[in-house]
C-alpha cells in the first residue's frame, strides 16, 4: 500500500465549509475542467488522498484513493496483464481516479465494454454535511442496499466526494490489431452495423475522413482469421491512434471549439450539419466542431442528445437536461447527499 | 383481513371483474414467493393487462393509501413478492408481450412479464440473446430481474441485469410514468438507472423494458475438473482467472452437492471426488482453442484428479444438467432447504467453505455448496426438517451467521437474491446506520408515503437495534427461546 490517507484533511474541510455555506468546486488533476458549467467555489483538492488500497489480479478487482493519479493505476493494471476495461480518457498526466469516474467518461473500448458505471463495484464518499459513507463493494455481485455506487459515476461530484472507489478490472488480450479501411460516412455506417452484429472481437472503431479504423483484440489467429474476412491494412502503431482518439490529439480536434459530443443511435444518419464528424463507438459517439447550437435539435431528431464538451469561454449550458420528472429526482437526490448545496453547485446545470 | 369494499369496488370498475381477485380461496395462490417459509394470503390480488391499468391502479391504492407489492412470476428467492397486510398484490404476468426485437441496435423492448428465456428464444433467429440466465430463467419475469438485479452461471463474462439494461419505463406510486436510462446507454443527467436496477419494486414498477442483446457465441466448450479437496478446488479458481481467462461461467459443487446432483440426473460426476469445477469457455474458435489448453493445464497444474472435455453438445448438456439440478437434488435429501446467497471475495473461497463445515458441524445441520465460483457468489444449502422442533429457527440462525462471515471477509450478504423480507436482520451487519438512512431517504424520495413493497430490502434503524441486541459474536442468541421476526 502506498500514498496518504486524507479523508481527516477533507473531511475538516468539507465541514468547515458546509458551516460556513461556503461552495465547494472539487479538484483532483483538474484536468477535466473543461467540461461541465463553471463552478465558483473555492477549490477542495483531492490530491493528498492517495494510493491504491487494494489490488489482487485473481479478484479482478482495484480499490484506490480518489487523489490517486490514473497513470499510477493503469501501470500497476499492465504490470499484471490488465487494465481499464473502459480505457477512460484522461486529458493530462495529472487525471486521478476520482474525477475520472466522476465525469464517468470512458474511451474508444466504451462500444464493446460498456459504460465506466458498469465497472463501479464500490464507493466510499464524503457526503457534502461530512459523513463518510460506503456503498456497494468489492465484489462482482452485490445487490444489498440501493445500488448508490454506481450513481455516482458521471454525477461530477455533485453527490459526493469520492474517497474510495472499487472497480472491476479485466486481463489484456493476448494480441491486438488495427486496421484501417476506405469508406465514406454512410457507407462506414453500414460497415460498422454489420460488424457489430457478428461475433467479431471488434473493440474500437472511429472514423474521420473517409476512412474508417478498426480495433481487433484476441490471439493472432483469430486476429489473421478477422483481416482475411473483412480486408484492410494493418495501423502499425495503433496505440498511439488510438491514445490520439481518446485523448482529443488526433489531428480532429485540433484547435477545433466549440466542441460538440453527439450522442446518437448507432446508425442514425445524422442530418448533415456544415461539418464532417469524428465518429466513435460504431456510431453512438460522434464529434463536431461547430459553432452553433442548432447541434442540439439535430442531436434530438437524430434521437439522441448533444454535449457542449469544449467551448473558448464559460458555458451555460454544457449538457442536455433531462425530463422534468428526472429532474425532480436530481434535486431529491442531491438534498439527501448534499444538503447544504456546497459540492459543485451548477457544474451540471444551472441548478444542479 | 377483509378487504376495504370501495378500494375493491373502485378496482373492479377500473379493471374489471376478470383482473381483480378478493376470495381467500382465489387469493391464496399468491400467498409467497420462491421463499416459502414465509407466506401471507393477499388481500386483493389484480391482474393488470396493460400500462394504463397498472397506472390506474397505482392511482386507486394512492388515494386509499394502501400499499402495493408488485410480483412477476413469484420466483424470488428472498420474499420480495410477500404480501403486506390491507394492501394490493401487483401481479404482471399478463403484461407477456415482446414488444420490439431490433437486430440493427441489437435490443429488445418488452413488456414487465415476458420471461427471461422469452427473450433469448425471440432474439436467436437473429444470432443474438439476452445474456443474464439466473437459474429460474424458464419462469422468471424480466420485471422481477430488474427488480432483483439478476445475475445467473454467465455474470463474470456478461454482467448482471444491470450491465444488460438500457432503459426501463416506471410507473411511479402516483401511477406516473417515467423513462429511466436510455436505448443509447447512456441518458442525460445523473445515472439513475442503477438505482432502479435491483430495488425490490420499492422506488417504482417496472411497465417496460429495454435490454442489450449480445451475438451468440461462435464456439463454446465445457471443462469439467474433479478434485480431492475443497480447498485445491476454490484455489484452481483463483489460479483460472488471473491467469488472463474470462470463462464464460465458472461453476462449483462440493461433494455432498455432487453426489446429489448425479443421483439424480445422471451427468457423470465422479461419486468420490471432493469437489468439481464447471468451467465454459466461449467466443471465437480459435480464441476458445487457446483458452481451452491453457485451462485445462491450469486445471492439472492446481491439482485436479480428472480434467474432461465435452466432446459434443450433448454430452455438455449432460455435464450441465446436474448443476442446473443441484438445488431439486439436494432438496431430496432433506425435508427442508434453506438456501444462501453471499458473496465473498474470491481469494476467501477456501477457508470460507471451510468455516461454513465447521459451522455446519456445531449446528448439526448438512451443508451442500454449489455456486458460481468465477464470481465469489456462494449458495450454501442447508438442509434441515421444518417439522422438527426448532430446526427452521436453527437453520435460519446458521444462515444468519454464514452471511456474517461473508460480510466478515470483505462481501455482501446477497449477490443475487435480494434482500426482500429474508435478509432484512444480515443487512445491519452490512450497513451502518448512515447507510441505512439514506437508502431509506432514496425510499422516500420516490415513495414519500412508504406504499411501494412497505418493509422490504432496508431494514428500519430500530430493527437493527433489536437485531444487534438479539446476536452477539459466535452466533449465540443470548434468548433463543423468544421468536424472532
Same mark, same amino acid.
Given at each position: 500500500m502506498t500514498g496518504h490517507d486524507g479523508t481527516a484533511e477533507i473531511t475538516d474541510r468539507v465541514r468547515e465549509a458546509t458551516a460556513r455555506r461556503t461552495p465547494l468546486r472539487?479538484?483532483?488533476?483538474?484536468?477535466?475542467?473543461?467540461?461541465?458549467?463553471?463552478?465558483?467555489?473555492?477549490?477542495?483538492?483531492?490530491?493528498?488522498?492517495?494510493?491504491?488500497?487494494? @489490488?489482487?489480479?485473481?479478484? /479482478?478487482? /482495484?480499490?484506490?484513493?480518489?487523489?490517486?493519479?490514473?497513470?499510477?493505476?493503469?501501470?500497476?493494471?499492465?504490470?499484471?496483464?490488465?487494465?481499464?476495461?473502459?480505457?477512460?480518457?484522461?486529458?493530462?498526466?495529472?487525471?486521478t481516479v476520482g474525477g475520472t469516474v466522476a465525469c464517468g467518461l470512458a474511451g474508444p473500448a466504451r462500444a464493446a465494454s460498456g459504460p465506466l458505471r458498469d465497472y463501479v463495484l464500490g464507493v466510499r464518499i464524503l457526503s457534502g454535511d461530512g459523513r463518510a459513507l460506503r456503498f456497494g463493494g468489492e465484489v462482482m455481485k452485490n445487490v444489498a442496499g440501493y445500488d448508490v455506487a454506481r450513481t455516482m459515476a458521471g454525477a461530477f461530484g455533485t453527490l459526493g466526494v469520492l474517497l474510495d472507489v472499487s472497480l472491476k478490472v479485466l486481463p489484456r488480450p493476448p494480441a491486438v490489431r488495427t486496421l484501417s479501411l476506405s469508406f465514406d460516412q454512410a457507407g462506414a455506417l453500414a460497415e460498422l452495423e454489420r460488424l457489430s452484429r457478428t461475433a467479431l472481437p471488434l473493440t474500437a472503431s472511429c472514423w474521420t475522413g473517409g476512412s474508417l479504423t478498426l480495433r481487433f483484440e484476441g490471439t493472432e489467429r483469430t486476429l489473421d482469421e478477422v483481416q482475411r474476412r473483412i480486408g484492410g491494412t494493418i495501423v502499425e502503431d495503433g496505440t498511439e491512434f488510438w491514445r490520439s482518439v481518446r485523448e482529443h490529439a488526433h489531428p480532429f480536434?485540433?484547435?477545433?471549439?466549440? /466542441?460538440?459530443?453527439?450522442?446518437?443511435?448507432?446508425?442514425?444518419?445524422?442530418?448533415?450539419?456544415?461539418?464532417?464528424? /469524428?465518429?466513435?463507438?460504431?456510431?453512438?459517439?460522434?464529434? @463536431?466542431?461547430?459553432?452553433?447550437?442548432?447541434?442540439?435539435?439535430?442531436?434530438?431528431?437524430?434521437?439522441?442528445?448533444?454535449?457542449?464538451?469544449?467551448?473558448a469561454g464559460p458555458a451555460e449550458s454544457v449538457f442536455t437536461r433531462p425530463a422534468e420528472a428526472a429532474v425532480r429526482l436530481h434535486a431529491s437526490l442531491k438534498t439527501i447527499f448534499d444538503p447544504a448545496g456546497i459540492l459543485n453547485p451548477g457544474r451540471m446545470y444551472p441548478d444542479f | 383481513m377483509r378487504p376495504d369494499t370501495t378500494l375493491l369496488r373502485e378496482l373492479l370498475a377500473a379493471l374489471g371483474p376478470d383482473a381483480v381477485l378478493s376470495a381467500p380461496e382465489s387469493c391464496v395462490a399468491f400467498e409467497c414467493d420462491a421463499l416459502t417459509a414465509h407466506r401471507r394470503t393477499p388481500d386483493l390480488v389484480v391482474l393488470p393487462r396493460n400500462t394504463a391499468e397498472i397506472q390506474a391502479v397505482l392511482r386507486i391504492a394512492s388515494t386509499h393509501g394502501a400499499p402495493v407489492v408488485a410480483r412477476g412470476a413469484g420466483t424470488g428467492l428472498s420474499g420480495g413478492a410477500l404480501p403486506v397486510a390491507g394492501g394490493i398484490l401487483l401481479v404482471l404476468s399478463r403484461l407477456n408481450r415482446i414488444l420490439e426485437v431490433d437486430p440493427q441496435?441489437?435490443?429488445?423492448?418488452?413488456?414487465?412479464?415476458?420471461?427471461?428465456?422469452?427473450?433469448?428464444?425471440?432474439?436467436?433467429?437473429?444470432?443474438?440473446?439476452?445474456? #443474464?440466465?439466473?437459474?429460474?430463467?424458464?419462469?422468471?419475469?424480466?420485471?422481477?430481474?430488474?427488480?432483483?438485479?439478476? *445475475?445467473?452461471?454467465?455474470? !463474470? $463474462?456478461? *454482467?448482471?441485469?444491470?450491465?444488460?439494461?438500457?432503459?426501463?419505463?416506471?410507473?411511479?406510486?402516483?401511477?406516473?410514468?417515467?423513462?429511466?436510462?436510455?436505448?443509447l446507454g447512456e441518458a442525460p443527467g445523473l445515472s439513475l438507472l442503477p438505482l432502479l436496477t435491483g430495488s425490490e419494486g420499492m422506488l417504482g414498477v417496472v411497465v417496460e423494458a429495454t435490454v442489450r442483446l449480445v451475438p451468440l457465441p461462435e464456439r463454446v466448450e465445457l471443462v469439467m475438473a474433479s478434485f480431492d479437496e475443497v480447498a485445491r478446488c476454490a484455489d484452481a479458481v483463483g489460479h483460472i482467472v488471473a491467469s488472463g481467462i474470462v470463462p464464460a461461467g465458472l461453476e462449483m459443487m462440493d461433494g455432498l452437492a455432487l453426489r446429489a446432483a448425479e443421483a439424480f440426473a445422471k451427468c457423470g460426476y465422479p461419486q468420490d471426488a471432493a469437489a468439481v469445477?464447471?468451467?465454459?469457455?466461449?467466443?471465437?474458435?480459435?480464441?476458445?482453442?487457446?483458452?481451452?489448453?491453457?485451462?485445462?493445464?491450469l486445471l492439472r497444474r492446481s491439482g485436479a484428479t480428472t480434467v474432461r472435455v465435452a466432446t459434443d453438445a450433448a454430452e455438455r448438456a449432460r455435464m450441465w444438467s446436474g448443476r442446473k439440478a443441484a438445488f431439486p437434488a439436494v432438496g431430496r435429501l432433506a425435508p427442508d432447504y434453506y438456501c444462501m446467497d453471499g458473496t465473498i471475495p474470491r481469494r476467501h473461497l477456501a477457508t470460507v467453505l471451510g468455516r461454513i463445515e465447521a459451522m455446519s458441524r456445531v449446528a448439526g445441520l448438512p451443508v451442500a455448496n454449489v455456486f458460481h465460483a468465477g464470481d465469489g457468489n456462494l449458495h450454501p444449502l442447508i438442509l434441515?426438517?421444518?417439522?422438527?422442533?426448532?430446526?427452521?429457527?436453527?437453520?435460519?440462525?446458521?444462515?444468519?451467521?454464514?452471511?456474517?462471515?461473508?460480510?466478515?471477509?470483505?462481501?455482501?450478504?446477497?449477490?443475487?437474491?435480494?434482500?426482500?423480507?429474508? $435478509? !432484512?436482520? #444480515?443487512?445491519?451487519?452490512?450497513?451502518?446506520?448512515?447507510?441505512?438512512?439514506?437508502?431509506?431517504?432514496? $425510499?422516500?424520495?420516490?415513495?414519500?408515503?412508504?406504499?411501494?413493497?412497505? *418493509? $422490504?430490502?432496508? #431494514?428500519?434503524?430500530?430493527?437493527?437495534?433489536?437485531?444487534g441486541a438479539m446476536r452477539v459474536h459466535g452466533g449465540k442468541l443470548p434468548h433463543a427461546h423468544l421468536p424472532r421476526f
Open positions: 472539487i479538484v483532483g488533476g483538474d484536468t477535466k475542467r473543461f467540461l461541465g458549467r463553471e463552478v465558483a467555489g473555492e477549490a477542495l483538492r483531492t490530491t493528498g488522498h492517495t494510493g491504491i488500497v487494494s @489490488y489482487d489480479p485473481a479478484e /479482478l478487482v /482495484l480499490t484506490a484513493r480518489g487523489g490517486t493519479p490514473l497513470r499510477e493505476i493503469e501501470a500497476a493494471l499492465a504490470e499484471h496483464g490488465q487494465r481499464l476495461p473502459f480505457e477512460p480518457p484522461s486529458f493530462g498526466d495529472a487525471a480536434f485540433a484547435a477545433r471549439t466549440p /466542441l460538440w459530443r453527439l450522442h446518437v443511435p448507432a446508425a442514425a444518419s445524422v442530418s448533415t450539419p456544415p461539418v464532417e464528424p /469524428l465518429i466513435e463507438w460504431n456510431g453512438l459517439q460522434r464529434w @463536431y466542431a461547430l459553432d452553433s447550437t442548432s447541434i442540439l435539435a439535430i442531436a434530438a431528431a437524430a434521437g439522441g442528445h448533444a454535449t457542449l464538451f469544449r467551448c | 441496435r441489437r435490443l429488445a423492448r418488452v413488456q414487465p412479464g415476458v420471461t427471461n428465456l422469452a427473450i433469448s428464444e425471440a432474439a436467436a433467429p437473429h444470432g443474438l440473446f439476452y445474456a #443474464p440466465d439466473p437459474s429460474s430463467q424458464v419462469a422468471c419475469t424480466i420485471g422481477g430481474n430488474v427488480a432483483e438485479n439478476s *445475475g445467473g452461471v454467465h455474470c !463474470l $463474462k456478461y *454482467g448482471l441485469t444491470v450491465h444488460n439494461l438500457l432503459e426501463v419505463r416506471v410507473a411511479t406510486c402516483d401511477g406516473e410514468l417515467l423513462t429511466i436510462g436510455s436505448p469445477l464447471l468451467c465454459e469457455l466461449d467466443g471465437l474458435d480459435h480464441d476458445v482453442q487457446q483458452q481451452l489448453e491453457d485451462a485445462t493445464g434441515f426438517d421444518a417439522g422438527r422442533p426448532g430446526e427452521l429457527e436453527r437453520a435460519e440462525r446458521l444462515g444468519a451467521d454464514i452471511l456474517e462471515l461473508c460480510v466478515a471477509v470483505g462481501g455482501t450478504v446477497t449477490g443475487e437474491h435480494g434482500v426482500g423480507i429474508e $435478509k !432484512l436482520g #444480515p443487512m445491519c451487519t452490512q450497513f451502518g446506520p448512515a447507510e441505512l438512512e439514506v437508502f431509506h431517504a432514496i $425510499k422516500r424520495a420516490f415513495d414519500p408515503h412508504g406504499r411501494l413493497n412497505p *418493509g $422490504k430490502a432496508v #431494514p428500519t434503524l430500530a430493527r437493527c437495534a433489536d437485531y
